[in-house]
């Protein structure tokens, strides 16, 4: 019994130009990834400063604290700058989205993957601000908590 004999040379064309289109793509992809060196968007978190979650300072009382929360904390945590110091927060995430609330304060974000959150928080009072993350992330949620110091 002969399958091929019954389909039509129409056919048979659409299919082979079909295949020569999906090797022309493959062949296209492999040159951008091999001789041009694209690829597809890496991960916030495997950028520095965000590999590990780093506080910088740049002036005296101006910092800058890049946070990466994951399943189930904040790093960098404990977060110690001096009374009056003004911080500018950039969050992001390492696996699920979490919250990011720091009590006492105005500042309540949310920490995606892949993305980066921005706020300002001006610490004039001394003392141990929580933060709290507010979106249920999982088993260890509820203890979910950094904390931040700021000496008098
Ligand atoms: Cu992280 Cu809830």
Do not use: W
């Not at 992001?92 to 309540?108: P, R, W």
């Amino acid at each position: 019994m002969e399958i091929a004999s019954g389909v039509p040379t129409v056919e048979k064309k659409v299919v082979a130009a079909a295949l020569l289109f999906s090797a022309a793509m493959l062949a296209l992809l492999a040159f951008a990834a091999v001789r041009l060196g694209i690829s597809v968007p890496g991960c916030v978190t495997n950028v520095k400063p965000f590999a590990n979650g780093e506080l910088i300072q740049l002036a005296p009382g101006r910092y800058e604290a890049h946070v990466v929360s994951k399943m189930f904390s904040f790093k960098p945590s404990p977060l110690k700058v001096p009374k009056g110091a003004v911080v500018d927060f950039y969050l992001t995430s390492q696996d699920v989205v979490h919250g990011f609330y720091i009590d006492g304060t105005d500042v309540n974000l949310t920490a995606i993957p892949n993305a980066v959150s921005y706020a300002q928080a001006h610490f004039d009072k001394p003392g141990k601000y929580q933060v709290i993350c507010h979106e249920f992330c999982g088993l260890g949620h509820q203890d979910m908590v950094g904390v931040i110091e700021v000496a008098p």
